[in-house]
């Protein structure tokens, strides 16, 4: 996926993910002018960080670069109190979205498509 590509997935995602945090009563806020981290805040539940990523396979490998600005923002969010989530749209076999604990991508250093997800149309 080049460059221009993954920054097309990342905006698509991004709005389709705020829209879908604030269907859900979520107040949503885009700490820095990118497009891979959203912050919302649920009333009765907690702050969220949530990371973008967009994944052209089954599987979504972190590269080294990656993996530093996940350690980044894990310690932003911890900063803020925020509990920080990955979400990973995959495009194939089937359209979907991963969330998983952001720790726990950091230590595996991907996150698989196979099981769970949900069904995700742009």
Same mark, same amino acid.
């Given at each position: 996926?080049?460059?221009?590509?993954?920054?097309?997935?990342?905006?698509?995602?991004?709005?389709?993910?705020?829209?879908?945090? *604030?269907?859900?009563?979520?107040?949503?806020?885009?700490?820095?002018?990118?497009?891979?981290?959203?912050?919302?805040?649920?009333?009765?539940?907690?702050?969220?960080?949530?990371?973008?990523?967009?994944?052209? #396979?089954?599987v979504k490998?972190?590269?080294?670069?990656?993996?530093?600005?996940? =350690?980044?923002?894990?310690?932003? =969010?911890?900063? *803020? #109190?925020?509990?920080?989530?990955?979400?990973?749209?995959? =495009?194939?076999?089937?359209?979907?979205?991963?969330?998983?604990?952001?720790?726990?991508?950091?230590?595996? #250093?991907?996150?698989?498509? =196979?099981?769970g997800g949900?069904?995700?149309?742009?």
């Amino acid at each position: 996926m080049g460059a221009m590509n993954k920054r097309y997935y990342l905006e698509l995602l991004q709005q389709a993910w705020i829209d879908f945090l *604030q269907r859900r009563g979520h107040e949503v806020s885009i700490p820095e002018p990118i497009v891979d981290v959203i912050t919302s805040y649920c009333e009765g539940h907690n702050s969220f960080r949530w990371l973008l990523f967009a994944a052209e #396979g089954q599987v979504k490998r972190l590269s080294p670069s990656e993996r530093r600005q996940l =350690a980044r923002e894990i310690e932003a =969010a911890r900063e *803020q #109190g925020q509990k920080p989530f990955v979400v990973v749209r995959f =495009a194939v076999p089937k359209s979907k979205i991963i969330i998983k604990p952001a720790e726990k991508a950091l230590e595996t #250093g991907c996150i698989d498509s =196979a099981r769970g997800g949900i069904p995700w149309f742009e």
